[in-house]
């Protein structure tokens, strides 16, 4: 069965995506069936939502409706009362733990990501994918070239404000090679198959396109919505051992580290989601200047034992078919 891409129904945005989407639940290519999309091979319908295609198959749906009524994040949200407490908490909260180096280090690593890049420039149909990161509304993204830039696509489980694509990561709704580059930051952890997503990305990849990712070694446990795991500067270039390594090391340093235990350690004590994160307002606030002594510390010979964060900058090697 054929289909034909209704211009007056499906939108430029999404029809110019069409060349590198897939069907999530086979991988056949997509086509245009009025305001929705089609596979072209198992028929199975995705819905559009905007300019944002939603491309997510039953189990992935269930496994993320899951999240929405389980996650203790969202739990804590509600008991905290009204939206406008809520909101008053992440007005007034303390800068992140990771701050300081974090945003220094992954500036830095974004621009050799970019240049890693360049050789695409001239494809004016070039596509980056940003995992995870459209609720975060571009902070991830300093460093990146313009290139890069005005031809990102940031991919959510949710069609949320700034997103491009709806879809699993385990499950890429793209074609085999048919992304100039991927970034992933302070996502991995919160993946059920962390070598299922990397697999994904390496599929996905053009042979030569480059990957930045980027990971918590010592962090609290956090949720957003779940929390499985952390990785060890070492662990973190086995997770990727497929591509070429250009560079990995510390993305955020012991100090970072030292500030995020101290921050967490006294809100521990109160059941009370209140009393929680009023203390860790308090000592947020109390502890946060002690991450600038990164500044050292971050470049010290053994940073990587007691880092925050770590990261992998690489490629998918240029002989990979």
Known sequence: MSHVVDSAQCTSAVSGLLPALACPTCRAPLAADGRSLVCTECQHHYS???DVPVLLDAASKAEIAGFRSDAENVRLRQQLGTRGVARLVDIIRPPHPFAFTRRRVNHAKRIAFSQLAAASEGNASSRFLDIGSGILGGLNHSGLS???RSNLLPLEIAPTSGVGVVGDAHK???RDGSLDGALIQGVMEHVRDPFQVVAEIFRTLKP???VFAEVPFIQHYHLDPVDYRRWTHYGFEQ????FTCDDAGVAAGPASALT?????????LFKSPALYWGTK???GWLFSPIQLLDAVWSGAPHAHVMAGAVYFLGRKPAEAA
Do not use: K, Q, R
């Not at 995020?260 to 521990?268: K, N, S």
């Open 208 to 210: 030569g396109a480059p």
């Open 239 to 242: 997770l990727f051992a497929n």
């Open 281 to 283: 307002l308090i000592s």
């Open 146 to 148: 313009a290139h890069v």
């Open 172 to 174: 890429l709704p793209f």
């Open 48 to 50: 559009v939502v905007g």
């Open 260 to 268: 995020d235990m101290l921050t967490e350690f006294p809100a521990l």
